[in-house]
């Protein structure tokens, strides 16, 4: 699967979990230096606390459009290291 954002892909990899419909991309699979850290986090009652990322892709910045759990709870365990994308990250 592959990871793209105004016209550049920004990961990709075939080791993917799919979790409630999102794609979750190994950590290492992210292009080098595209990821910027964020001051946002999100609770989920099942995963546990979510921490974000901005993507900084040619000067062009999309807040918090990348989450990851650096601690998930037991149920989630299958995405520890590993990151997912939304506001028009195209994951396909």
Same mark, same amino acid.
Request: proline share 7%.
């Given at each position: 699967?592959k990871?793209?954002?105004? #016209?550049?892909?920004?990961? +990709?990899?075939?080791?993917? /979990?799919t /979790? +409630? #419909?999102?794609?979750?991309?190994? !950590? !290492? !699979?992210?292009? *080098? #230096?595209?990821?910027k850290?964020? =001051? ?8 546990? =606390? ?6 900084? /892709?040619?000067?062009?910045m999309?807040?918090?459009? /990348?989450?990851?759990?650096?601690? *998930?709870? =037991?149920?989630?365990? +299958? ?12 994951v396909?």
């Amino acid at each position: 699967m592959k990871a793209t954002w105004n #016209g550049t892909t920004i990961a +990709e990899s075939d080791d993917i /979990v799919t /979790v +409630e #419909g999102n794609a979750y991309f190994p !950590a !290492a !699979a992210v292009v *080098p #230096g595209v990821l910027k850290p964020s =001051t946002l986090t999100s609770v989920c009652p099942w995963k546990g =606390t979510a921490h974000y990322y901005s993507l900084d /892709v040619g000067g062009a910045m999309n807040e918090n459009a /990348v989450w990851f759990y650096p601690e *998930p709870k =037991t149920a989630a365990a +299958e995405i520890k290291d590993r990151v997912a994308f939304w506001k028009g990250v195209k994951v396909s």
